[in-house]
């Protein structure tokens, strides 16, 4: 079975300091790991994903294989950033659509 | 404008009275599904589909039906409702692996808040 394991329901951060929002999952195969972010009244989107390997409104995420980790981070938070993040995992199936398990999500909130 | 629409917004009823969401995604979608979300739990999700007439349950599909008769639509039925079904629920949808348009990103709808009393 898959899971996804985000540790911290709340992360309070100063604007400007850096920023880690912490994803740990269990999958047997080979997993795909997204980032969603869900901004306050707006529908859940896309954030990043680990094929793409790309960095969005400056956050990035690496997969760890070893860790099985793919935290999210950022190297200097904005007030524009206090959302909630959810990480999710999908097994890579070469047919077709498969399960999204999403983490419990994390809350961050940016203060001056 | 591309996007997943869900009817309605807001929703309280009471126990026992069927209700239905609708689900409606202008991108013909193949994929298509609905979630749960609710505080402390993240979002689980409830049923999808991969198809037209081809659908499977998800992490929580207890208490809830769907159907998918066409490609837009992916209804959500509630025959029973029960207070522990309150929650906010998203519709989601996404190209097919094997189509030319294959995209990881799932498509969200804005969201349904149901209260049952």
């Known amino acids: 079975a898959q899971r996804v394991t985000q540790p911290e329901k709340l992360l309070s951060v100063f604007k400007g300091a850096p920023v880690e929002l912490k994803c740990n999952y269990s999958y047997s195969g080979s997993p795909e790991l997204f980032w969603y972010v869900q901004y306050s009244r707006q529908r859940l989107q896309l954030l990043l994903r680990h094929i793409s390997r790309e960095s969005i409104k400056g956050f990035t995420a690496d997969l760890n294989k070893g860790e099985t980790s793919f935290h999210l981070k950022k190297p200097f938070a904005q007030e524009e950033d206090s959302a909630m993040y959810y990480c999710a995992l999908s097994p890579y199936t070469s047919g077709t659509a498969s399960k999204l398990t999403f983490g419990t999500g994390t809350r961050l909130q940016v203060t001056l | 404008e591309a996007q997943v629409t869900q009817n309605p917004r807001y929703l309280i009823t009471v126990t026992g009275k069927k209700l239905t969401v609708t689900c409606s995604q202008n991108?013909?979608?193949?994929?298509m599904s609905w979630y749960r979300q609710d505080p402390g739990l993240g979002l689980r999700q409830i049923y999808y589909?991969?198809?037209?007439?081809?659908?499977d349950k998800g992490d929580v599909p207890e208490g809830y039906k769907v159907s998918r008769k066409e490609k837009r639509n992916f209804p959500l039925i509630l025959e029973s409702p029960s207070p522990n079904q309150t929650s906010l629920y998203f519709c989601a949808s996404r190209p097919d692996r094997m189509s030319d348009l294959f995209t990881d990103t799932q498509y969200f709808g804005p969201g349904t808040r149901l209260t049952v009393l």
């Open positions: 589909s991969m198809n037209v007439e081809v659908t």
């Open positions: 991108m013909n979608h193949e994929y």
